[in-house]
């Protein structure tokens, strides 16, 4: 009987300092959270450490933590401390992952790190490596969130990215100044870009339109949308094809202009958050 009021009392005694460690890891939860919004991120980062160290299940300050070292990676800064930045920020929103796969915050921070990482590479196949990582991300994403307009946009510009410089290159090789009108000139080089990218074209172009159905005032989305529209015409066999695409490329750009003169004179008429009709 001794023995089991022993066990009866350590075992309330280990609830007990759990408890107290949870609530210990809210509070350095909360006060890391403040100094975030203070832009203290270093001491956010102790704040957040400690709270994960007192409570490993704290998935808000995992995510919080790995969000610290992430605004303050600078995108292109080659230096051993900002690649430290980045490094710890994936660990952490991996660590992130394995106790939730489908933690949207992190599928996202990893998408958006691995995509601004690729834009400091010089060097293009190993930036196409890291773009094509963002891609697995993103597309984990979409799985999770099926109306992620972000990520379908995400997805449309990886895909821009990737043949944008080949298609550029034809046109240099091919003496085509970026006025002169196509298709191109040369039909094997022409048809060498269909095989290679005409897939990764269409696939852009599919997920853009997927961020479209979800925001129809997607601006950004309308302005990748007439570049691949109007760099896939220079693939085609016929002017009248190519002038189709051409056509559709600056009905997006209209489209464009025109969806961003309405959000401006709506942002203009709720400065301060009230209306016009609010203020009658």
Known sequence: ??????????????????????????????????????AKYNEAVEHFKTAVELDPSNQNARIYLATSYFVQYIPGAASPENDQMAKAATDEFMKALQQDPK???????????????????ANLDDKLKKLDEAKEWNLKLVQVDPNNKEAYYSLGVIDWLKWYPKWNDARVKLGMKPEDPGPLKDKKVKEELKTQYGSL?????????????IDPNYADAMAYMNLLIRERADLQDTQDAYKQDIDTADNWVQKNLETRKILAAKASKSVGGVTPDAAK
């Open 1 to 38: 009987m001794k023995k089991i009021l022993t066990a009866v009392a350590l075992a309330c005694f280990v609830l007990l300092g759990t408890g107290c460690n949870k609530l210990k890891s809210r509070d350095q939860l909360n006060k890391g959270v403040q100094a975030f919004k203070n």
């Open 103 to 121: 933690d949207k915050n992190a599928l996202a921070s990893l998408a958006s790190l691995d995509y601004q990482e690729a834009q400091g590479i």
């Open 201 to 213: 074209i269409s696939d852009g172009i599919e997920k853009l339109q997927k961020a479209l159905s």
